[in-house]
């Protein structure tokens, strides 16, 4: 299927053949049509299959519908998502797909970490607001922005944003919600049974569910492997695989800031280039390491789960879990980082004798099954 069927603005075509797409990803497909028509939407399809695109293009297609309303701070669509990062990166695919339409859109980002004031000034006129919730209350309280002429909510990484986490910041944004909008929720791992879901999405929402976490192995972009390997012995290991693989771009996950820093420093001064991210890191070195990342300038970028959702990297063939993630979920979302639109990655895992239990439970949850190497066998 080409995309002459989705019905969208001819420029917005163009804008999409410019980024050398050829076809709609399923996901697109089943979406856009209902979004345009202003359903509400539960999307949920698997990491890198195309979900930001499959909002992005029907919310603007619809904008070019409606006559634009005089500027002020009321932007007419929504979207929350959980990391500064990811609100970046998502309103930098509208701003893409919104070049040389007939109608001006203003697109923002708001998150926290920065200085509020340039976004106080600069929320004058905009019409979609991409924003993290703690920041986007601020700049409400400080009469910055008004959200009672939302038309459009999404909720991107949509469990997450309705998890124990973002629950008081989510209660208040949702007062402050119009009742009748159209509310769009995605996430690669969202469960419709999900108790805030049928709070959140009001009309009858069409259900739109891309294939099941069972995808053959065969199938699945994403290959998986790992390592038995002792605490003491990580570093060694992770060093071996970088050398012998000739890992020239790898995303690498641990536990905590802690592990991370010392990770990444231990690397450096091995001679391997890397960087640590993580919530302690000020906002313009988080930016600032994750784009030197994107672009291929740094080797290895070492994280916690701060980027394991939503971020996009280009062809990211490796991602390394140097310690294991509490939940299943968040395995999940590690892991795609790479595999994503149509390349394929490597997720190497690594584990220790004492949480065989627990990565077993993993592996149950995500139906895979892993080749696992003990690291004993091998000498490095
Ligand atoms: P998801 O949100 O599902 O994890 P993204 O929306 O971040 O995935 O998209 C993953 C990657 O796929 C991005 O790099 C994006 O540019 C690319 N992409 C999106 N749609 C298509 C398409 N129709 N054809 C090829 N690549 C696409
Ligand atoms: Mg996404």
Do not use: C
């Not at 929504?78 to 007939?102: D, H, I, M, N, Y």
């Not at 299943?328 to 004492?354: L, S, Y």
């Amino acid at each position: 299927m080409t995309f002459e069927y989705l019905n969208l603005h001819p420029q917005i075509l163009k804008n999409i053949a410019a980024q050398g797409y050829v076809t709609p990803t399923p996901i697109q497909m089943q979406a856009v049509p209902l979004i345009d028509g202003r359903r509400d939407v539960l999307g949920i399809a698997r990491t890198g299959s195309g979900k930001t695109a499959s909002y992005v293009w029907p919310i603007l297609d619809y904008r070019l519908t409606k006559r634009p309303t005089p500027p002020g701070r009321h932007p007419k669509v929504l979207v929350l998502v959980p990391t500064r990062e990811l609100a970046v990166q998502v309103s930098e695919v509208f701003k893409t797909f919104a070049v040389g339409l007939p109608q001006d859109i203003m697109v923002m980002a708001v998150y926290g970490g920065v200085s509020i004031n340039p976004q106080m000034k600069n929320l004058y006129g905009v019409d979609i607001l991409v924003a993290t919730p703690g920041r986007l209350l601020d700049l409400k309280r400080s009469s910055a922005v008004e959200i009672s002429m939302v038309e459009t909510l999404v909720l991107d990484e949509a469990d997450k944003m309705l998890n124990l986490g973002f629950q008081s910041e989510m209660a208040e944004i949702f007062r402050l919600l119009p009742k009748r909008r159209q509310n769009l929720l995605f996430s690669a791992t969202l469960n419709e049974e999900l108790e805030g879901i049928k709070k959140v999405l009001l009309v009858n929402p069409t259900v739109i569910k891309i294939g099941e976490s069972s995808t053959p192995k065969e199938d699945n972009p994403i290959n998986l492997s790992g390592y038995f390997v002792s605490d003491d012995r990580k570093g060694p290991l992770l060093r071996h695989l970088i050398r012998d693989q000739e890992m020239k771009q790898v995303l690498v996950f641990t536990s905590s800031a802690k592990t991370a820093d010392k990770v990444a420093h231990k690397l450096s001064k091995n001679g391997i280039d890397a960087k640590s991210i993580h919530g302690k890191k000020s906002q313009g070195a988080r930016q600032s390491s994750l784009n030197a990342f994107k672009a291929g300038n740094l080797r290895v970028l070492v994280s916690t789960d701060l980027i394991s959702r939503g971020i996009d990297i280009d062809d990211l063939p490796y991602v390394i879990n140097y310690e294991l993630p509490r939940s299943p979920k968040d395995f999940v979302h590690r892991v795609g980082r790479t595999g994503r639109a149509d390349a394929r990655g490597m997720a190497i895992t690594f584990v220790t004798r004492q949480e065989t239990h627990h990565f077993k439970v993993i592996l149950k949850k995500m139906q895979r099954y892993m080749d696992m190497i003990d690291s004993d066998d091998l000498e490095f």
